[in-house]
């Protein structure tokens, strides 16, 4: 995966980082704009109080659909590259940037619990 700690911090760590540094409000309203897909994505590796605390900003029905959807996603093998395309995507929105493309896509399949 690209995001090694060679290259940074990990990048779960950067989207609470930059939500710390920005008012409320503004986080809300920028992570309102990111499909349930993304946010869910770059939730995966957080800590359950992490994500209660990023999904509380997004309000019920959003945070009901990002939690079903995490939900979803934690038993799906994700690509690496999938992943860092929706963590670049919420980052690049948190930073205040333009978060029109390019949207994820992964296949759900079966996990590999044998």
């Given at each position: 995966m690209a995001f090694s700690r060679a290259y940074g911090p990990?990048?779960?760590r950067?989207?609470?980082?930059?939500?710390?540094?920005?008012p409320a409000v503004d986080?809300?309203?920028?992570?309102?704009r990111i499909g349930d897909?993304?946010?869910?994505?770059?939730?995966?590796?957080?800590a359950d109080g992490e994500?209660?605390?990023?999904?509380?900003?997004?309000?019920?029905?959003?945070?009901?659909r990002v939690r079903d959807e995490l939900t979803r996603q934690r038993h799906s093998r994700i690509a690496d590259t999938t992943?860092?395309?929706a963590v670049r995507t919420v980052i690049r929105a948190l930073q205040g940037g333009r978060t029109e493309a390019p949207r994820t896509y992964y296949?759900?399949?079966r996990s590999r619990t044998r």
């Open positions: 990990a990048p779960h950067t989207i609470i980082d930059l939500l710390a540094e920005i986080a809300q309203n920028r992570l309102m897909k993304e946010i869910a994505m770059s939730l995966l590796f957080m994500q209660d605390r990023i999904v509380n900003l997004l309000g019920r029905g959003k945070g009901t992943y860092e395309t296949r759900p399949t």
